[in-house]
T-cell receptor, first 112, second 115 residues
Framework: SQQGEEDPQALSIQEGENATMNCSYKTSINNLQWYRQNSGRGLVHLILIRSNEREKHSGRLRVTLDTSKKSSSLLITASRAADTASYFC????????????FGTGTRLKVLA | ETGVTQSPTHLIKTRGQQVTLRCSSQ?????VSWYQQALGQGPQFIFQYYREEENGRGNFPPRFSGLQFPNYSSELNVNALELDDSALYLCATIHITGGLGGELFFGEGSRLTVL
């Protein structure tokens, strides 16, 4: 079963705009990760945020985590056409087992 | 480039047949996981191998089985294929980061179509 639910399911924006996608999960977690997938290919790790962190930045990416609401958000600033992809959150519901459960994904389309 | 290689990239089988998918890694990571991703869905955890032993399994029937070899390469075997087994199968090695998480390095996947 899916642990996380991403919202929105699909998002279409213009190049240069910011894209925000959200993830909700069900159980306690040790960390939450975001992955990107281009057109049915392998997933690429973007960023990991630990349960004791509230915000993390990596380049144009900003991730927040609210463990009280069991939710996370991924913000991509100044989006580019190359950011067009599906984005997934992943959690390890049993600490340290690395048996990640992925959400349903947000399909982002950035229009040039 | 994750250094994780999967083969074959695409294959077509008929219902009832058996399939073997392969995964190799240059990373030296000793833990490998397999995921099934149906069209339009997120990856679903099948099972995980650590030092040649299965150490975790998702909600998949026994006809899904695997192996890990001493060089940490891995195989996923699926017997008695069903139409619903059509999916992208992803192999991932795990780079453990300081004991508080593991980053997954995915291969490009094997797309299986069952007719």
């Amino acid at each position: 079963s899916q642990q996380g639910e991403e919202d929105p399911q699909a998002l279409s924006i213009q190049e240069g705009e910011n894209a925000t996608m959200n993830c909700s999960y069900k159980t306690s977690i040790n960390n939450l990760q975001w992955y990107r997938q281009n057109s049915g290919r392998g997933l690429v790790h973007l960023i990991l945020i630990r349960s004791n962190e509230r915000e993390k930045h990596s380049g144009r990416l900003r991730v927040t985590l609210d463990t009280s609401k069991k939710s996370s958000s991924l913000l991509i600033t100044a989006s580019r056409a190359a950011d067009t992809a599906s984005y997934f959150c992943a959690t390890d519901p049993t600490s340290g087992t690395y048996k990640y459960i992925f959400g349903t994904g947000t399909r982002l389309k950035v229009l040039a | 480039e994750t250094g994780v290689t999967q083969s074959p990239t695409h294959l077509i089988k008929t219902r009832g047949q058996q399939v073997t998918l392969r995964c190799s890694s240059q990373s030296g990571h000793n833990t490998v996981s397999w995921y099934q991703q149906a069209l339009g869905q997120g990856p679903q955890f099948i099972f995980q191998y650590y030092r040649e032993e299965e150490n975790g399994r998702g909600n998949f029937p026994p006809r899904f089985s695997g192996l890990q070899f001493p060089n940490y390469s891995s195989e996923l075997n699926v017997n008695a294929l069903e139409l619903d087994d059509s999916a992208l199968y992803l192999c991932a090695t795990i780079h453990i980061t300081g004991g508080l998480g593991g980053e997954l390095f995915f291969g490009e996947g094997s797309r299986l179509t069952v007719l």
